[in-house]
């Protein structure tokens, strides 16, 4: 009997049968919950990694356009494919903690204005040469450069002073900074040799796997480095491959037809039918990622609080989350962070939808005619849906929204950030300072609600220095509501993300922090034999 | 005059897909961009063809789209005959350096591929119902005037336009009188291969995301928005397909009896 | 036979002096492109010093026909500039997605032509009946089916039910020939299908249009079998409009595969194209649309050209 149940037990082991299929078999064969539960864990375990292979994903986010330098990444595909070759010097695990990669330990001063980072010993790079500290030094010192344009400027702007000390790293803030190792997760902040200031775009860095073969907006493949510091825990297929396939069917039919191992961004349409489909597990997590539409607040008509507010209650979020995401995910309330985040303010209302208050404020905006939205199927799943959705809530409340949908090509470098009032997406970040770095303080690169408020960055650059929680959280309460109330956000709701993976993939583990496991799916998983 | 029955079939569904077209604000159920439902429901006495990707009832949408897909092909067809023929008649009794100048010109824009030329239009240019009528009646004279100057030419010289040229007749009178209502079977067969190819064409930018901008949508687009349910055979993604497929057949069944009656009269075509 | 060879050449030198038109055209229409290209390059923060300078560094103060002459240069010396949007070289670029869209549209044309040609013959024989009604019944199903549809239809079945052909045909160095043949399958059945109808079609008209001559009653009433009167005797002389309507859809196969490529996620020119035209990355929207222009006269040439050689009337042009 228990044989029976340790054979399915491997079988889930494998991804070829579902938990509750398990237990519901467990049941069946008259086997008590626990018991069930620990043959099942015994054979997950029993499992363990399995070497060799070829691991291949079918991503979407790939364009012809992309580059291997990391200061340029913002979609799936070049991150996903960039972990799989460097390293930054800190990650930011599954539940939220510090994980030590190219640094291995970590030293503040009771200020939280000077980092130690001891810099870990023998990592070498695909190039045969050892990480020094002064690697890391050049690597920082390249993205705080203005005209690197890195994703990462906002982030390392803060560092006033850096400098290698034996095989130490110190970092000397502008201003005190408790989050650092956090935002020194980023994934542009891959190290490289030399800072990458020869070669930005070189692809060599410390990752598991080797560049071997690049073809932007086709294809990507890496072949495992045999010298890698860490071989223990990651990389265990022998070779990585990401094929782009922006087509969400198409990237479907790859699963289901075997060809690749794991996709990225199911479409929340189809879960629930193909989570029928058997060999296929959908992979869900909740997570900090949310889509958006953004208004440049600095860009007429938007420059009015009115009107902003009127769309931002002209929308019904509940809906949205009900019809675009089919229930995987939650209502938004109008600024970035929901209570994944340590320090969640959880008692600022929830803005419902509200036609008559909407109209109210439209018609005190004195704004007339329609209001240009412009959506993209690349914005975020469904994105051009939604447009239609909130189009017909606003209709409700006298407001009257055009759709315009862009090509998805070039939507990222010709719409977002540069038209006033735009569908977008996050994908969120692990602490709540990360996150309005990225995109709210003035300086930031990619603050695409152009929201310039000295009083907000003082907020911002005051919770940062705060070591008291209570007093942490009350501010960020504080920013939460300006972004709220007089911010360019309209944010309606937090997507989980979906992914899904064929059979045989092993080493799965949920992580919130982003898609495809933080784009660390290939490197972490493996094939069962 | 017997009418075959394939014929007839083309002509009563092509009837019935342009009378929906025109009766659609009055015919369809629910308003064209109105959320009614949840999100692909099946079939119901509520929603005949069940919902689309938002909810919203598929019928409606298929009226809507129909009327869209119907309207712009027609336009851009009309737009490209009414281009095309001319140039093309002119052309042919001109001849000399106007049909030299016209004609290598039209080979000019034909050796443009025209789903190249219209990404390259359509991605820089707003993509709105007229703007999109424009480029592919344009891009369709072109195959136009090639058929009609050919036909044309054909007819320019047999022995009644001779005699109205003697008797001292016009350009004009000659092209409206003697060409025109004989070259009429040869272009009105190709209208319909025309009007067929301008509907594929039009759902083919649609589905590459360049076509009528939301929430109108043309079948072509219909079948985009709901693409995801096509493996898992939801109706909102088959049915335009199908609609498509049959409004092609249906006109060409007609435009194959056009033609073949074309063919007896005057034992093939020319050019 | 000279006056052919004199023939030939003049379609030679109007081929080359229509590409050289389709160029200025190509050239004139990505000038009138909205957006300026070293905005483009540098985005929006940038300082108006170093957008003068990258104007002056791409020689964007010259005057346009100036430019012409030196994009035309580089092109006649396989110099096709360097992509705008991420700094590759367009040539070793386009080579390599070039020669993907012509294994592909090589291969559609390998099964599809034999076919269309075989099935127009046939049509004819039985001419009237069944076959031949059946023959232009199925055609006309699939000339009336958008192609993307067909397209998921067959991943549907085939891809994803019977597993029998991947559902992504993404090829890349290093496979095999026999690999990169099961990669395409599924894209090679939409295109035949695609221009079958239209080959199929033409070749039937064209050799009914031969069969009412009056050389072929003669050769009728000697008795000849059908097949042997349609293939020996019809055939040959209606080689040209087939010719003529093969090269036609050889053309599609290059140049229109546009949306098979984004279905299949197939790594060819039609999708290059499309990447970079969002981006404004002229150089590219100019390397491409000269190829597409080349490859579609070229093949009308080939066309113009059969046609002259294998028709004696047309020796002899009034």
Redesign the interface.
Known sequence: MTKELEYYGKKVARGLMDRRAFMGRAAALGVSAPLAGTILAGAVQAAGPVRGGTLKA?MQGG?????LDPATWASDVPISFGRTWGETMVEVGPTGEIEFRIAESVEASPDARTWTFRIREGVEFHNGKTVTPDDVVKTLQRHSDENS?SGALGIVKGIEDMKADGQYVVLTLDSPNADLPYLLADYHLMIQPGGGFEAPDAGIGTGPYRVA?N?????HVGTRFENYWDAGNRGFADTVEI????????R???L?????NMINRV?P??VN?IKRVPGVTVRNVSGRGHYVFIMHVNTPPFDNNHLRLALKLAINRQ?MVD??L?GYGSVGNDFPINASYPLFPDDIPQREYDPEKAAFHYRKSGHSGSILLRT??VAFPGA??A???Y??HAKAAGIDIE???E?????W??VWN?KPFSASYWSGRPVQDQMYSTAYLSTAEWNDTKFFRPDFDKIIIAARAELDPVKRKALYREAALMVRDEGGLILPMFNDFIDATGPKVGGWVPDGNGGMMNDKALIKCWLEA | MRIPVSALIGLFFTGLFFLTAILAPWIAPYGMAEVVGNVWEPPSDRFWLGTDNIGRDLLTRMIWGGRTTIFIATLATVLSFALGAFLGFMAAVIGGWVDQALSRFVDLVMSIPPLIFALVVLSVMEVTTPVLILVMGLLDSTRVYRLSRAVAADINVMDFVEAARLRGEGRGWIIFHEILPNALSPLVAELGLRFIFAVLFLSTLSFLGLGVQPPASDWGGMVKENKEGIVFGIWAALVPAGAIAALAISVNLVADWVLNRTSDLKGGRGG | MSAIVKLVAQRLALGLLLLLAVSVLIFAGTQILPGDVAQSILGQSATPTALANLREELGLNDPAWLRYLRWLGGVLTGDLGTALSNGQDISEAIGRRLGNTLFLAFWAAAVAVPLAITLGLVAVRYRNRWPDRLISGLTLASISLPEFFIGYVLIFFFGVKLRWFPSVATVYDGMSLWEKLNAIALPVTVLTLVVLAHMMRMTRAAILNVMQSAYIETAELKGLGQFRVIFRHAFPNAIAPIVNVVMINLAYLVVGVVVVEVIFVYPGMGQYLVDHVAKRDVPVVQATGLIFAAVYIGLNLVADIVAIVSNPRLRHPK
């Not at chain 1, 364009?63 to 580059?67: A, C, I, K, Q, Y």
């Not at chain 1, 073809?215 to 294809?219: A, D, E, L, S």
Request: charged share 30%; hydrophobic share 30%; proline share 4%.
């Open positions: 079918g364009e012809s356009t992309n580059s344009k073969e073809q932007p907006g086709v294809r094929t782009v396939v922006n087509d969400a069917t198409a479907l039919a790859a289901q037809s075997g060809q690749v479409e349409k189809v039918l809906e019809k675009i089919q993209s199927d051009v849906d447009a239609q959705l189009q017909q759709v315009k949908r090509p998805g090509d070039g939507y470098s010709e540069k």
